[in-house]
């Protein structure tokens, strides 16, 4: 197929016509057709209810079917957090039909009701987290690791699986040196822990998670925090565990103890140890890939549940690292496995 066959441009209109629903889905000065030009890198111009799009051809039919399926939807004025959302369903639409033909994804008891996984590898992680005592969650940033982690752990207390949830990180300072932080112990690892206090209040409320920190049925701390412990009837996530060193991965995943249930997330690609330090995360990938019992699901750029351009980010500096490494392709992750 020549390039100018390749590339011709995609002619779309809506009949009939509902101007309520094209309002709604070009949303405020065109908002919503600039995250559809930005998930599938084309170019969208619009008079009245005549859509041009302009691109590759396979990106602009995936672009018009985009159009399409949230016009059906726009009887309602559509946010910029439904359209990014819908984009990464509909991106992953073709892959999430073959790895999960029925569609089933394990449905979760938060406060958000329509919280589910948008990817394959997202349905696989949630499902292994439901069906092993450990798993584990590795990716780029973005993928939803530590957020569904987080959301399962509030599924499983909310059904009273278990009577704790414990969320632990390493306190290790991203590529900075913030020197002396003031107050007492608590108010000095709170950054480092934030992002997981922010998966809680936005699954479960604010108020809830209050009186639950009260009761010691919510609990949030350093790493260095687990040392001795043995953890019962909990559901314990260990976050940011690219920068454990494998003295501290031993640790941890030898405190979980009767009833309990374990997820560790992390992103090889961004560790903070210092230079010539191991990390854990990875040297348990190696050491522990064959246990039987603990799922590992490793996400990719796909798995990326942010802006669209989050993914496009991954995406080149894997492509940077892959020139740095002479060439060689960056490695792919694998879906969930049990070994």
Known sequence: MSPAVRNRPRELSFSPLNNSQLAHLCG???ENLRQIETAFDVAIARRGEHFTLRGESAQTERAAHALQH????????????????????????????IANPGGATPSLMTRKSELHGRTPRQVEY???????DITFGIGPAGTGKTYLAVASAVDAFERELVQRIILTRPAVEA???LGFLPGDLAQKVDPYLRPLYDALYDLMGFEKVGK???RGAIEIAPLAYMRGRTLNHAFIILDEAQNTTPEQMKMFLTRIGIGARAVVTGDVTQIDLVRGQKSGLIEARN??????????TEFL???????PLVARIVA??????????????AREGSSHAER
């Open 126 to 132: 949630l499902k292994a987290i439901q069906e092993h």
């Open 316 to 329: 080149a500096y894997e492509a940077h690292q892959a020139k740095e490494d002479g060439g060689r392709p």
């Open 301 to 307: 750029k796909e798995d990326v549940v942010r802006h």
């Open 175 to 177: 590529g900075e040196r």
């Open 28 to 30: 405020a000065l065109d």
């Open 287 to 296: 050491i522990l890939g064959d246990v039987r019992g603990i799922a590992f």
């Open 70 to 97: 949230f016009y059906a939807l726009a009887k309602k004025e559509l946010s910029v957090d439904e359209i990014q959302l819908g984009l990464i369903e509909l991106v992953n639409h073709p892959v999430r039909h």
């Open 212 to 214: 639950l920190f009260e």
